[in-house]
């Protein structure tokens, strides 16, 4: 027989937070790429994989949040843990390709193009192992239409994200994109569950095994949702991140001017804190501050006590 599929057992709370937590990875993953974007040096591939983990988590997250919600009235549902797992390297592992691919070919439309089907169809999949790593005593079947529909919004997603990854700049613009993100995979998300059907099966048993909902899904979001809390101590404590290198240079050139402590970026988008008073803003051509009058006066200090020596 049918069984009665409910894909809002709490009602509003799993669906609203499953948004929160794609918009938190959404965001951070936003930003971490944005500072990659302004360091060319050794520790680009360390901030994209840092955005790159965020995205994927906040995905996941999302995922097996709004997991929980869903029900089968006429059984009980488990989930079987290699899978699950299965299913969390993968959404992190395709979002890296993504991710790696414009940071370092940039955005052109060729590039965004295979990204995003290489991203979109490994979140698709990522989605997908997740409901097959259920476990229920009946069987799952799908509605080709809307399984196709939803890839389609997943690749059109992972486009899109890829493409503000690189194109954003403001944190208040990242912000905004981080939201239109999980507007769109929440939307992902849910489309493919509503292509879900139940067939249960008429002779009770429980043949089947696996965790509960409960004992294994509640315990293993912890991991991702710590990992974003560090992520986002990471964004809170780097300046550059927040502000973005416009901001933050127009920020330290109007504390120089003023002769108080600033801070400022290098060439290769690091960060260096200074004192500059105002007799110091004239720079020599290699950049630093010039050390003419420092000359002169040692000089004028050592003819002076040369004087005194030959007066004694």
Not at 195 to 200: I, N
């Amino acid at each position: 027989m049918d069984g009665t599929v409910d894909g809002f057992r709490y009602g509003a709370v799993t669906p609203v937070a499953a948004y929160l937590m794609a918009c938190l990875g959404g965001a951070l993953g936003l930003r971490c790429i944005v500072r990659s974007l302004l360091n060319q040096q050794s520790w680009k591939p360390g901030w994209l994989a840092l955005g790159a983990a965020s995205i994927g988590c906040g995905i996941w997250t999302m995922h097996f949040i709004a997991v929980i919600g869903f029900q089968v009235e006429e059984t009980r549902i488990r989930y079987d843990v290699p899978t699950t797992v299965l299913s969390l390297a993968v959404a992190v592992v395709v979002v890296g390709i993504g991710v790696f691919t414009v940071g370092y070919r940039g955005a052109s439309t060729s590039t965004l193009a295979v990204a995003g089907v290489v991203t979109g169809l490994g979140v698709a999949a990522m989605h997908y192992l997740g409901m097959a790593a259920m476990r229920l005593d009946g069987d799952i079947r799908y509605d080709a239409f809307t399984v196709g529909l939803s890839i389609l919004i997943a690749i059109v997603a992972a486009t899109a994200a890829l493409w503000s990854a690189v194109t954003v700049r403001g944190f208040l613009t990242s912000l905004g994109a981080s939201l239109v993100m999980g507007v769109a995979v929440s939307g992902m998300h849910y489309t493919g569950m509503s292509a879900v059907s139940v067939h249960v099966h008429d002779t009770a048993g429980e043949s089947w095994a696996g965790d509960s909902p409960a004992s294994l899904l509640l315990p293993m979001l912890l991991g991702p949702i710590i990992f974003l809390v560090l992520a986002g101590v990471v964004v809170m404590f780097d300046p550059l991140l927040v502000l973005g290198e416009s901001d933050l240079n127009r920020s330290a050139a109007a504390r120089r001017s003023g002769g108080g402590a600033g801070w400022g970026t290098t060439d290769s988008g690091s960060l260096f804190e200074g004192r500059v008073s105002r007799s110091q803003t004239h720079s020599a051509p290699s950049g630093r501050p010039d050390s003419a009058p420092v000359r002169q006066g040692a000089s004028s200090y050592s003819h002076e006590a040369s004087m005194r020596g030959h007066e004694w």
